[in-house]
């Protein structure tokens, strides 16, 4: 599939007719509305270099007035086994738990795994398309795909490493214990390309809070990666799941600023003052929701 991202020009450039966020209108000190003006932009060694009073007559490339921002990231995605690029499929009400996906899984990956190096490619150019240079992207670690996920993703990376870039998550799917990945993530946690060690549902996966997180958190100081949790998991066990972190990452200074609990749907059932002090110990801890 062609991607209909390209490179609007390389070297040096200019734009004319770029609309560029100037200030703020305001209504008795709120925010109303965003000032924008017209600029010309100077591009040098795909750096700007220069931003200058619109000239429209100009020889240079016209933004058509379109505003110019600067690129998204995309903070959690999984590039190497979306159903994107292929025929749509309905969801099958057999599905409706995470150990009902995990049996999916385990049927659907070898097939997916003959075309996801492409299929991650168009996905990167869907991406690009709205805005988005840079993703975390999780890949699966599991004795059905093994590295797989990962050397496909990877190559992936490299054939679009020009205009894209991603910080890479090794995301046990299918469980630490309930399947036999363990061995595997510590594998792939000494890999230089891989920057997080991922997590899912501790306790109605594995059914154990304690030795899950206490054997992800381990990984990630023995490797110095930093850590990113998939927590669906509602009420106590979900917060739970986040308060213990935390703790670790209290404990452990060098986890402060890389440790992420991903969806974290136990934060949305809290009444306003239980969500005021999670956010305060989160901040504290220098962890995050992704």
């Known amino acids: 599939m062609q991607s209909s991202y390209q490179f609007i020009a390389k070297g040096n450039y200019s734009l004319k007719n770029v609309r560029l966020e100037t200030g703020f209108e305001y209504d008795n000190e709120v925010v109303i509305r965003t000032k924008t003006d017209l600029f010309c932009i100077e591009i040098e060694d795909g750096k700007i270099k220069s931003v200058k009073p619109n000239n429209p007559d100009l020889e240079a490339i016209d933004a058509k007035r379109k505003l110019m921002l600067p690129a998204f990231k995309d903070m959690h995605i999984h590039l190497d086994k979306t159903l994107y690029g292929l025929p749509w499929q309905a969801l099958s009400p057999k599905r409706r738990t995470v150990k009902d996906m995990i049996a999916y899984e385990q049927e659907i990956i070898p097939g997916l795994l003959k075309t996801s190096v492409e299929r991650a490619e168009q996905l990167i150019d869907l991406l690009q398309n709205y805005g988005t240079n840079f993703a975390r992207t999780h890949f699966n670690i599991d004795p059905t795909s093994v590295l797989k996920s990962l050397e496909n993703l990877e190559k992936a990376l490299e054939n679009k490493k020009i205009s894209f870039s991603a910080e890479l998550v090794a995301f046990p799917q299918h ?18 390309n891989v920057g997080f060690i991922g997590g899912l549902d501790p306790l109605s996966i594995d059914g154990s809070i304690e030795k899950v997180l206490d054997f992800t958190v381990q990984l990630a100081l023995d490797n110095k990666k930093g850590i990113d949790i998939h927590l669906h998991e509602a009420g106590e066990s979900g917060m739970k799941t986040i308060n213990y972190l935390i703790d670790k990452a209290i404990e452990n200074p060098e986890l402060q600023g890389k440790t992420f609990v991903s969806h974290a749907f136990a934060l949305a059932y809290l009444n306003t003052k239980e969500a005021e002090e999670i ?6 801890a220098k962890v995050g929701i992704a």
């Open 279 to 284: 956010a305060e110990k989160l901040a504290a």
């Open 175 to 192: 469980g630490v214990y309930y399947t036999e990945s363990a061995p595997l993530m510590k594998e792939a946690a000494k890999l230089k």
